[in-house]
């Protein structure tokens, strides 16, 4: 169903790639957008166990676009530094494809969002994290992404160095 990666030396294991996954900050998800265009956006996310959660206004192109098709990738870059002296990047990335849904459940909103709030709030600002979530509690949306299959890659520089999660 899922493309196998052509430079197979280069693939990182499934283990590296949540690693990647759980250090990013920001990746792109890539959606089925307006008029067959496709449409990927820039977007704060966290992953756990298996899925990938993110947040949302209640309408927009975004939205539009998971409730006409629920596929979706998303992309982290963990590292790309040029080198130009070589005439490439030392890169390392990970790409997920899932199934893309609205939460509507109030209790998994809650829990998606502080999950979220947890990563790039973590210590201190508990009080001012459930004022901000109150605040908005009303316009906010919590998406949730299942991963069907994920892929890592490397340039060949990195591939033999041992990675974190």
Known sequence: MFREMRRKKQSMSRENCIGVLNR?????????GDD?????????YIYQDGKIYFHS??????I???LRECKASF????????????????YRSVIV???IKKIDEEEQKRAAIELLAQKYAPYGLETERDKEIQ?????????????????GKEAKELANVSLEG
């Open 24 to 32: 990013g900050t920001s990746g792109v998800l890539a959606l089925a």
């Open 64 to 66: 539009d676009a998971i």
């Open 97 to 99: 494809f899932g199934k």
């Open 135 to 151: 605040k908005f509690w009303q316009a906010l949306c919590m998406l949730e992404m299942t991963v069907e299959h994920m892929t």
């Open 36 to 44: 067959g265009y496709p449409y990927a956006v820039p977007i704060s």
């Open 75 to 90: 992309c982290v870059i963990d590292q790309d530094e040029i080198l130009p002296e070589k005439y490439t990047t030392c």
């Open 57 to 62: 206004a209640l309408s927009g192109h975004k």
